[in-house]
């Protein structure tokens, strides 16, 4: 009866344990706070590729245009400028890519591919949406050398004729293979929505929460965490494409019923709130894990803005959307090709009302691009300005409101880590451990070696992996 009573009016004092407990609610606040500041992250980002996107089909072709009427204006005055400037070869490469790919993709039957598709099993057809997945993935990492490439040969005036040709013989392979993927990828979609059996659909939706496996549980340090929150934005945006894409297919095979909307929303919603529940929780975990705050999505959106307001410098090295390629892993030139052609198989424009209609379309989306634009870059040097005269912030992704701990108990995961240099007292630029010998000046590990987060592209290999 003793030992029953001491059971029931024991006591226990959790002040005793202060620190632990104020540890403990320190981290789920940064798992509660994660999601929230991922969003406006996410938010930003998406915009930013909505903007990249819009250029090739609203601003690309008038610069095309006015190239090619200042090559040919130079050509009969005799001129003795240039011919053309190098942003003026790049902007007619893109947009002689993006007729060649648009061209070759409407040469491929989409209505004999999709009851192809339709035909096969669930599991070959799961096969096949995640090899359709990383071939994306894999074409996505080499398109930016590949086009930067062509850039380079194509304004090099030491380079030859024969090379530049080559490059754009290449570049034209790269682009209409990466855009007969994500055709595939696209009418595969379509299949899992139409089909009677939602049993596809479901495993492609549960498909997300297999990624969680594979990144939650690592170490990840701030510059992964930024490739990793990168590959999401582009991942996100790559999907409601995607899903305007099966959506215009939907529509035009029920003659543009748009009382069919009522049974493809649902599940079009569903799909993206899978990939958002899905980005919720990987963040969230892997910031709790590695003990990395909130915060430092805040530095993350800094480095999109110091990239779109250094995009509008008048002596910028580079294109917009190429940096947003290199920093994001987003390409829009293939993606363009299959929207372009979707839209020409889904939509016709008879007569004269039509192509009025047309002309109407294209001075909307050329507003939107401008007044999208003019917002984001706004917003950026706002952004920037803010954060640049924000005080007590730390660069390293730790609460700054948060004492030293002692030495024999300081957090060895991701904390101490600057942002801007990688470099610490103890540790060698390379990622050596300081205890090793070093190793001679010839062999010495040249892998993101003392690389500040903001020379981190998307597939810059960072602490031995790529996220």
């Known amino acids: 009866m003793r030992y ?27 798992f509660m706070k994660t999601p929230r500041e991922l969003e406006k992250l996410m938010v930003f980002g998406l915009f930013i590729c909505l903007d990249t996107f819009l250029f090739v089909f609203t601003l690309l072709p008038v610069r095309a245009c006015l190239a090619v009427l200042t090559c040919v204006y130079r050509l009969v005055t005799c001129c003795s400028q240039s011919v053309l400037e190098p942003s003026q070869k790049c902007d007619i490469i893109r947009a002689t890519i993006l007729v060649v790919g648009s061209v070759g993709l409407g040469y491929l039957d989409t209505s004999a591919l999709y009851h192809v598709i339709r035909g096969q099993s669930v599991i070959k057809l799961y096969v096949m949406y995640n090899m359709l997945e990383i071939f994306d993935r894999l074409l996505a990492s080499i398109g930016q050398d590949t086009l930067d490439s062509l850039y380079w040969v194509a304004c090099d005036r030491n380079k030859s004729y024969f090379a530049a040709v080559f490059y754009f ?57 930024f490739q990793m929150s990168c590959s999401d934005i582009r991942e996100r945006f790559h999907y409601m494409v995607l899903m305007l894409v099966v959506s215009m297919r939907n529509l035009e095979q029920f003659n543009w019923d748009y009382s069919h909307l009522e049974t493809l929303v649902p599940h079009i919603v569903l799909v993206l709130c899978g990939e958002v529940v899905v980005d919720w929780i990987k963040h969230a975990f892997i910031t709790k894990f590695n003990d990395i705050t909130p915060d430092i999505y805040q530095k993350y959106k800094a480095i999109l803005s110091r990239d779109l307001a250094v995009s509008r410098h008048r002596n910028v090295h580079s294109e917009h959307s190429d940096l947003v390629s290199r920093r994001m892993g987003f390409t829009p030139l293939p993606l363009g090709c299959l929207v372009w052609q979707t839209v020409n198989q889904s939509l016709t424009f008879p007569g004269i009302s039509g192509k009025l209609f047309l002309v109407v379309g294209f001075l909307c989306l050329v507003t939107m691009k401008v007044l999208i634009g003019i917002c984001l870059l706004g917003h950026a040097c706002k952004y920037r300005q803010a954060t640049d005269t924000s005080p007590g912030r730390s660069n390293s992704g730790q609460n700054p409101s948060q004492p030293p701990e002692p030495a024999g108990k300081q957090r060895k995961i991701n904390v101490g880590k600057a942002l801007s240099d990688d470099t610490s007292p103890g540790r060698s630029n390379s990622g050596q451990n300081p205890s090793q010998p070093p190793e001679p000046a010839g062999k010495q590990r040249k892998i993101n070696a003392g690389k500040a987060l903001s020379d981190v592209d998307r597939y810059t290999l960072c602490s031995n992996r790529i996220e």
């Open 4 to 30: 029953l009573f001491a059971e029931v009016s024991r006591g226990y004092l959790l002040e005793e344990n202060e620190q632990m407990y104020t540890e403990k609610q320190r981290r789920f606040h940064t």
């Open 169 to 225: 013989v290449i570049a034209n392979i790269y682009v209409l293979t990466h855009s007969t993927v994500l055709l595939v990828e696209a009418v595969t979609l379509n299949v899992a929505i139409n089909s009677h059996n939602k049993a596809l659909l479901t495993i492609m939706i549960s498909n997300n929460f297999v990624e969680l496996k594979g990144s939650v549980f690592k170490k990840f340090e701030t510059d992964n965490l």
